[in-house]
């Protein structure tokens, strides 16, 4: 098993450009999360879904970031426009719903907005 | 609602030295807890879990943790420290039946030559 796959891992990019996060879950898992990690706010959750339906987006910041799924192996995040306050990692995970909660966590994409 | 509380952002023990990192917790319903370890520059890994049953629970790396429903706690502990313990430590806290889970806000674990 391959594991969460996410694409790029590192992004650098000017303000006001589009930047578009990718993730592949691990293949059998109904639910995905999209998470972002910075210094002064920890490890917050933007959005999940459960087969590809979104759940709950309450913790997307802003209308700038959008989140889809359109297929079990494929979820995209979206910034459009991107400001340098979106620099962190964002991390995807996904969940087999074993009844346990347990989380599988991809390697991260680093964004760095100039 | 649930939330999750870790006592101190950076902890540093000697090799060979007990590891203990804290963890309290708040939760509407019985909890699901988690620890997972984060090495630099990589995601997130499952070290142990709690869901029912035995309330010490043993994970990887020689790690385990306690849950105390009275103290509403779940702190980490490993006996012995090892160079290769250093990473950020994070408590989780999830619902049961919901898959939302709530992370603290990590612990950074330094371990001294």
């Known amino acids: 098993d391959a594991g969460v796959i996410q694409s790029p891992r590192h992004e650098v990019t000017e303000m006001g450009q589009e930047v578009t996060l990718r993730c592949k879950p691990i293949?059998?898992?109904?639910?995905l999360f999209w998470y972002r990690q910075t210094m002064m706010r920890g490890l917050e959750l933007l959005i999940y879904?459960?087969?590809?339906?979104?759940?709950?987006d309450s913790g997307m910041p802003e209308d700038r970031f959008s989140a889809k799924m359109p297929n079990a192996s494929f979820s995209t995040l979206k910034i459009q426009p991107s400001e340098p306050r979106d620099s962190a990692v964002y991390f995807c995970?996904?969940?087999?719903?074993?009844?346990?909660?347990?989380?599988?966590f991809g390697p991260g994409t680093r964004l760095t907005v100039l | 609602a649930q939330s999750v509380t870790q006592l101190g952002s950076h902890v540093s023990v000697s090799e060979g030295a007990l590891v203990l990192l804290r963890c309290n917790y708040s939760?509407?319903?019985?909890?699901?807890l988690f620890w997972y370890v984060q090495y630099p520059n990589q995601g997130l890994q499952l070290l142990l879990k709690?869901?029912?049953?035995?309330?010490l629970v043993k994970g990887i790396n020689g790690f385990e943790a306690e849950f105390k429903k009275s103290e509403t706690s779940f702190h980490l502990t490993k006996p012995s420290a090892h160079m290769s313990d250093a990473a950020e430590y994070f408590c989780?806290?999830?619902?049961?039946?919901?898959?939302?889970?709530?992370f603290g806000i990590g612990t950074k674990l330094q371990v001294i030559p």
């Open positions: 995970a996904s969940n087999p719903w074993r009844g346990t909660n347990e989380q599988f």
């Open positions: 293949s059998g898992h109904d639910y």
């Open positions: 879904f459960n087969n590809n339906v979104p759940i709950d």
């Open positions: 939760s509407s319903v019985p909890p699901y």
């Open positions: 709690y869901t029912t049953g035995a309330t």
């Open positions: 989780a806290v999830s619902d049961g039946g919901y898959q939302k889970v709530t």
